[in-house]
């Protein structure tokens, strides 16, 4: 299993923002065939070092995680994070 976790930090920190960045998130779930799981969480300290959403995902294998960057509802999804995302960090690791 290989999950994904991919931490991102908007430019508009708003709330009406954030939601709407992790509604757009959210809405992958079900459309990807090779996404197992997902998960988005929207931080709740605001502090200076926090970042806005944490999304986590996890896959079955390697070339699945590869066929979900590719995959058309996943690009749609970075059109709108590269228009909104002031920073995101990416972290894939074997479980």
Do not use: W
């Not at 459309?31 to 997902?38: N, S, T, V």
């Not at 986590?56 to 979900?68: C, G, I, N, P």
């Not at 995959?71 to 920073?87: A, W």
């Amino acid at each position: 299993m290989i999950k994904h976790i991919v931490f991102i930090k908007l430019q508009d920190r708003s709330p009406e923002s954030v939601d709407k960045t992790a509604a757009i998130l959210r809405d992958m779930e079900g459309k990807i065939p090779q996404l197992r799981a997902i998960e988005v969480g929207v931080d709740i300290v605001h502090s200076e070092r926090s970042f806005d959403i944490a999304l986590v995902t996890e896959f079955s294998s390697l070339d699945d995680l590869q066929a979900y960057q590719v995959h058309p509802v996943h690009q749609e999804v970075l059109r709108h994070l590269n228009e909104t995302k002031e920073l995101s960090l990416c972290v894939d690791y074997e479980i």
